[in-house]
Every structure is written in structure tokens, then in C-alpha cells.
């Protein structure tokens, strides 16, 4: 029996030089891979009304909300430094750079809390109050 499935090892070491970074979650697919003026064209277009936020981008327009990373948690933005030629080959990535939080954007409607990523990071608080230690 043979495995299809191969490994991704993530270079740790490169944590500790990464610089923070301010993230935005797009409703979206951007076909580009490279750097991007995102502050000069995207950031600089926001605006914050009423603690919602709104921009539009190519046209369309966003809500977002600025979404924290749970406590005791980093966000990492990851940059491929050995792609695998095969199924078989493992991968190898690098961190590029960590968040603390990021800014969620929908689609002509805010971010609610019944959203996939809103959800998620909720996530680890609730997992401790479920495995966690019972207390009388």
C-alpha cells in the first residue's frame, strides 16, 4: 500500500525574526503573488463609521470588523520556501510575518458572528471550557 500524502515542516526559527503585520481577509481571489501597495491604495481607503468599517475595492464594496486572535495565540502569514514537485515530496515554509489580529472583510454585509472566521476564534475558549478541568 503506498501513501499519497506528504508533510509541510514550518521553519520556527524564523518566528522570531518575523516582523508584525497588519492582515486583511478579503471576500475574494486575487491572482497575484508578489508585493502589493496595500497601504497606499486599500488602507488609506477605509473608513470607520460607527464601528463598522467600509471600503471599496475595485468597485465593490466591503464591511469589515477587526477580528482578535484568541489569547495565547499568533497568527502566522507563511511564505513557501521549498515547493514540492510531487504528491510524494514534503514542503517546507517560513514564517513572514505574525498578527495579533486582522481585519475580516464580507461582501456588502458586516461580519456577524455566525461567520466561519468569527466562529473559529472563538474556538479555543470554547474547547477549554469543554476538556478543561470540571471545578465544583
Not at 39 to 68: C, M
Request: proline content about 6%; charged content about 20%.
Amino acid at each position: 500500500m503506498s501513501s499519497n500524502s506528504s508533510v509541510t515542516t514550518v521553519q520556527l526559527g524564523s518566528v522570531s525574526q518575523a516582523d508584525e503585520l497588519q492582515v486583511h481577509l478579503l471576500p475574494c481571489e486575487i491572482e497575484h503573488d508578489g508585493p502589493a501597495e496595500v497601504s497606499r491604495y486599500f488602507t488609506a481607503a477605509i473608513k470607520d463609521r460607527k464601528h463598522e468599517l467600509t471600503v471599496s475595492f475595485r468597485g465593490r464594496g466591503f464591511k469589515g470588523q477587526e477580528v482578535i486572535c484568541p489569547q495565547g495565540y499568533t497568527g502566522l502569514v507563511l511564505k513557501q520556501v521549498h515547493k514540492p514537485s510531487s504528491d510524494q515530496e514534503d514542503g517546507v515554509v517560513k514564517v513572514s510575518s505574525v498578527f495579533h489580529n486582522l481585519t475580516y472583510w464580507n461582501l456588502e454585509t458586516p461580519p456577524s458572528s455566525d461567520d466561519g472566521v468569527v466562529m473559529a476564534m472563538g474556538w479555543p475558549e470554547l474547547a477549554e471550557a469543554i476538556h478543561g478541568p470540571i471545578e465544583d
